[in-house]
């Protein structure tokens, strides 16, 4: 099945930071979406982004799908940003399980005060 | 609000005793799925439904049921519950299979099973 990578896998920031992660993935994709999961285990939807470039306040994302990979970026970093983020495609394999969302490992960012 | 909702949100219960999660989306989504999250394994799909009466299933459906009797509606069933189906549940739901819909997730449900 299609793999999907994240890094890096631990990130920590002092507030006000800037940061990049990253997500590449190994085939063409319908779908792809980042998520940050809070402390509370909460999945919560950042992008819908198969393709380009979209921001919401502090943070961005930008899709290049011919390239296979997405990139989120998240400025000026607040304690209240710390969490996981996630990663996830929905492959264009038609053999693959309709709808079926890949998730990455993660990445595990800590913002300190 | 659009929303998918999940009860209960926390469950201790013990090994053998039926239960089921229910989730519930007011988006008149045709897509729903389950996934359980699990420390080092990441999220995986249990079962999916495209529509009312259509179910199938995902990448680890052993010891689950499910039914889509409304459009709204899809509960997840653990007929008899064994502590390796403790982990973090989650219910999502999109507007029409096929992967080219924004997904949405539940609240999830941590389920402990002794």
């Known amino acids: 099945g299609i793999q999907v990578e994240q890094s890096p896998p631990d990130l920590i920031l002092q507030e006000g930071a800037n940061s990049t992660l990253r997500c590449n993935f190994s085939d063409s994709v319908n779908n792809l979406q980042w998520f940050h999961q809070n402390p509370w285990g909460q999945l919560i939807n950042l992008f819908y982004i198969p393709s380009g470039t979209k921001q919401n306040g502090r943070l961005s994302a930008t899709t290049v799908a011919t390239e296979r990979y997405s990139l989120l970026y998240i400025s000026s970093s607040q304690t209240t940003d710390s969490g996981v983020y996630f990663c996830a495609v929905v492959t264009a394999d038609r053999g693959s399980t309709l709808g079926r969302l890949y998730f990455g490992r993660g990445t595990q960012l800590t913002v300190w005060p | 609000e659009a929303q998918v909702t999940q009860n209960p949100r926390y469950l201790i219960t013990v090994t053998g005793k039926k239960l089921t999660v229910t989730c519930s989306q007011n988006?008149?989504?045709?897509?729903m799925s389950w996934y359980r999250q699990d420390p080092g394994l990441g999220l995986r799909q249990i079962y999916y439904s495209m529509n009312v009466e259509v179910t199938d299933k995902g990448d680890v459906p052993e010891g689950y049921k499910v039914s889509r009797k409304e459009k709204r509606n899809f509960p997840l069933i653990l007929e008899s519950p064994s502590p390796n189906q403790t982990s973090l549940y989650f219910c999502a739901s999109s507007l029409a299979p096929g992967g080219y819909n924004e997904q949405f997730f539940g609240p999830g449900t941590r389920l402990t099973v002794l």
């Open positions: 988006m008149n989504h045709e897509y």
